[in-house]
């Protein structure tokens, strides 16, 4: 044989074995070192003892340890460098697999080619002996018969009938070895010309007719059902020995498939069945057959590359295929139907199957969660849908009052679960369709569980907090007047819902918000983010990257949550603020006339602050009496909520062109009893915000300018502002009078003057005093 075909010969032979020369030359010097771990007798616990005799246990444990750790470094080495090299492995490996076929098919029509061309020179050599004497035919005729063949000629002559036998009672061991043997010959022969052209030619020919049937025996074999798995690995490695190792890898990875498919034909997904049943049984079916080539692949082609960067291939394949039946069967109902749990456990089944193949180097979870992910946030929407239509249902019937949950089991049948506070169970108070809104919230949050591991949490929290925000506006469609101003907002739609008629109603929808947003959704979340430290508590490489399976920040989801909740306050506010400006015929209740009709009409009026802030006080009075009892341990929001009624109505007025246009620029000026009324009134309030705790800097700062605003106006008729102004006490105690008296407390008598003469003269300093007031 050639020195290209020994090449060749030697580039076909497994990783240790292409260390030796054919010929039985010298071993390489790494061959050398590894000549021990080649022996088919290798005894590695034997050889491990010889080495550790002088080791004490601690040394040993230190080294089985260390090479472990070498062991799992190499594993993940492999795998960065198949994923990094990913499109370069797949696209070499296929262009070896060509030039090997194509090599394969140069040497047939070669070998073919020398056959043709050693049988027309022996048509020659036929035609040259016409011509020459019959007594010299005769005589070399004779000579040759009785010339005794060679022992090569003889084994050359019974080669094809050997090897008939041996394909015929399937021997393959002893056929490839016979195979061997004869390319040996053959190009012992060609070298020596111990065979004649048309021996040697006719040698050949068998050699390569017997290769390609022993081949096909092979594929076929392969290729049965009913072959187990050291047959077909027997059957690939005596591919890889012909030289085809290429198709041998192709014929290993189809078997496996034709297997699990013909295994597949049994399973059927139930009618009744969530999906999860398919799904286990499906998995096992798939992964077991994508382990089992890769235990084969490893066991026959060894850690080769390309090898391994096809079975990567094949194995993508299968996950899709696999995929796609669980979407068909199990994921696609459960998703439309919104079936959060029965989605999320069968991907769940998937990944767990999945993930033991990462120990052969596939690591295929991802694959699954791409191809899952649109049918679990199908899922999931569908579950948060049911969630606002099944709140806003029971919002069309709510009567707004705050009441403990019901006890006994949930709608879906298991039991409530009783939250937790500071060591003493915590029930809270709410209207029914706020109940129902957090009872139906927590078992979302028992569903929505192995989510966490698909990247889905920040998406999970988000589709939460637009419910939410759609439950919100439900409560402002409940608000009076809402519809007629154009309140109905996004996600509410045209719903219908119970309107809140009394003031308790009302603020009992500012608890249910609160209540929601402050407490109750934060709590449940919790479970979601316990979850996500718990699926990442033994994966020191996923806390390490911090990546994209990180929760939204806790603190900034409750923040956007009150921020809806500050939408239905500041509606509530303003619109308790419009019911005391405006009558229900659209007259102001608060204009310019009231404060310069004053001075003409009367000599001294009897002061008292106005109409409106006093209806304000008692307003406020009222909601404070109602909050304290809905809002216990919840005093914030409370001050809040009156801090925000009292900042809008002193806003519009501010903020009322009309008003300060008659007062700045209208045909009659503001006069000194309008003027000290429009500071009694301003410091009334201050007093009562202040006695109350809810008086804001802004607030306060709200009123000095309005307060500056007008005695800038009452400046221009050239009077001094501060001539007509009592001193401070006087406007305290007014103050300080009528709420008591709307309180219902006693009279307090002032023995030192009388409150309905206030003093004419007024210093700096109480004016002083005016513009330095505390505020909270």
């Known amino acids: 044989m050639s020195s290209g075909r020994s090449s060749r010969s030697r580039a076909a032979a497994p990783p240790i074995e292409s260390a ?11 061959g050398d070192k590894l000549k021990v771990f080649r022996a088919e007798g290798f005894d590695p616990d034997g050889y491990v003892q010889s080495k550790c005799l002088t080791m004490n246990e601690k040394e ?13 470094a190499s594993a993940e080495e492999m795998r960065k460098s198949v994923y990094a090299n990913y499109a370069a492995f797949i696209r070499t490996s296929k262009e070896i697999s060509d030039l090997e076929g194509e090599l394969l098919s140069i040497r047939n029509l070669l070998s073919t080619q020398a056959a043709l061309i050693h049988g027309l020179a022996e048509g020659v050599n036929v035609e040259s002996l016409s011509n020459a004497s019959e007594g010299s035919m005769e005589r070399e005729i004779h000579d040759v018969e009785d010339k005794e063949l060679s022992d090569i000629q003889k084994w050359a002559m019974e080669f094809p009938d050997i090897l008939d036998v041996l394909l015929a009672e399937r021997r393959v061991d002893e056929a490839l070895t016979a195979l061997d043997e004869g390319d040996r010959l053959a190009a012992e022969a060609e070298e020596g010309h111990t065979l004649n052209a048309a021996e040697l030619s006719a040698l050949q020919t068998a050699i390569i007719y017997f290769r390609q049937k022993l081949a096909y025996q092979l594929a076929e074999a392969a290729c049965q059902p009913s072959t187990c798995g050291v047959e077909l690995r027997a059957a690939a490695f005596a591919l890889k020995r012909l030289g085809d190792a290429p198709q041998a890898h192709i014929l290993l990875l189809n078997a496996h498939y034709k297997k699990y498919q013909s295994s597949m034909q049994n399973i059927r997904p139930s009618n009744t069945s969530y999906g999860g049943a398919y799904t286990a049984s499906l998995s096992q ?96 929407d569908a579950n948060l849908k049911r969630i606002e239509e099944s709140t806003a249902a029971l919002a069309a019937a709510d ?20 939250h937790l506070s500071s060591g003493t169970a915590f029930q809270p108070k709410l209207s029914s369709s ?54 109905n907002l996004e996600g509410s739609g045209n719903k219908i819902v119970r309107m809140a008629e009394t003031e308790a109603q009302q603020i009992a929808l500012l608890a249910n918000a609160s209540l929601l947003a402050d407490e109750l959704l934060p709590r449940a979340a919790m479970k979601l983010a316990s979850m996500y430290q718990v699926s990442n508590k033994d994966d020191a490489r996923k806390r390490a990257s911090g990546g994209q399976n990180r929760l939204p920040e806790q603190r900034e989801w409750k923040r956007k949550l009150q921020r809806s909740v500050d939408g239905l306050r500041d509606f509530f506010c303003r619109q308790h603020a419009l019911d005391l400006i405006f009558t229900e015929d659209g007259d102001s209740n608060l204009t310019a006339d009231m404060y310069i009709n004053m001075d003409g009409n009367i000599s001294e009026p009897e002061w008292a602050p106005s109409l409106i802030f006093q209806e304000l006080f008692a307003k406020l009075n009222r909601i404070a009496g ?151």
């Open 399 to 418: 009567d707004w009052v705050l009441t403990y949950a019901p006890a006994g089991t949930r709608p879906s049948g298991r039991s409530s679960n009783v």
């Open 60 to 72: 040993i444990r230190h080294l089985c340890s260390y090479l472990q750790d070498l062991k799992k």
């Open 285 to 380: 079916i798939v992964f077991s057959a994508i382990a089992q080539a890769a235990r084969d692949s490893e066991a026959v082609f060894g850690e080769e590359s390309a090898y391994k960067s096809e079975l990567l291939v094949w194995s993508i394949r299968q996950t899709e295929a696999f995929a796609q039946l669980v979407k068909r069967n199990a994921l696609a109902s459960s998703a439309a139907a919104g079936g959060l749990r029965a989605a999320a456990e069968c991907v769940q089944i998937a990944l767990g199957h999945c993930s033991l193949l990462e120990e052969w180097g596939l690591t295929l979870c991802p694959v699954i969660l791409k191809l899952f992910m649109p049918s679990v946030e199908q899922a999931l």
């Open 434 to 487: 706020a109940h129902r809104f957090y009872s139906m919230v927590q078992e979302f949050f028992e569903d929505v569980g192995p989510l966490v591991t698909m990247q889905l949490g920040g998406r999970t929290l988000d589709g939460l907090l637009q419910v939410f925000k759609s439950y919100i506006n439900l409560l402002i469609n409940a608000l009076p007047n809402s519809i007629e101003d154009g309140e």
């Open 626 to 776: 109602i909050a304290a009892d809905m809002f216990v341990g919840r005093e914030r929001f409370a001050t809040l909520l009156l801090m925000r009624l009292t900042e809008t109505v002193i806003i519009c007025l501010s903020e009322d062109q009309s008003f300060w246009e008659d007062i700045e620029e209208g045909s009659r000026m503001l006069g000194p009893f309008g003027l000290q009324q429009f500071y009694l009134d301003m410091e009334f309030v201050i007093e009562f915000s202040s006695q109350g705790r809810y008086l804001s800097r802004h607030l306060n700062q709200v009123i000095k300018e309005i307060i500056e605003r007008a005695i800038s106006a009452f400046s221009t008729t050239g009077m001094d502002p501060y001539s007509v102004l009592p001193e401070e006490e006087w406007f305290a105690d007014i103050s300080q009078e009528t709420i008591n008296k709307l309180s219902g407390r006693g009279k307090i008598i002032n023995g030192e003057r009388e409150l309905n003469s206030p003093t004419a003269s007024v210093s700096a300093q109480s004016m002083s005093s005016v513009r330095s007031h505390g505020s909270l």
């Open 20 to 30: 030796v020369v054919a010929n039985g030359e010298e071993a390489i010097q790494l």
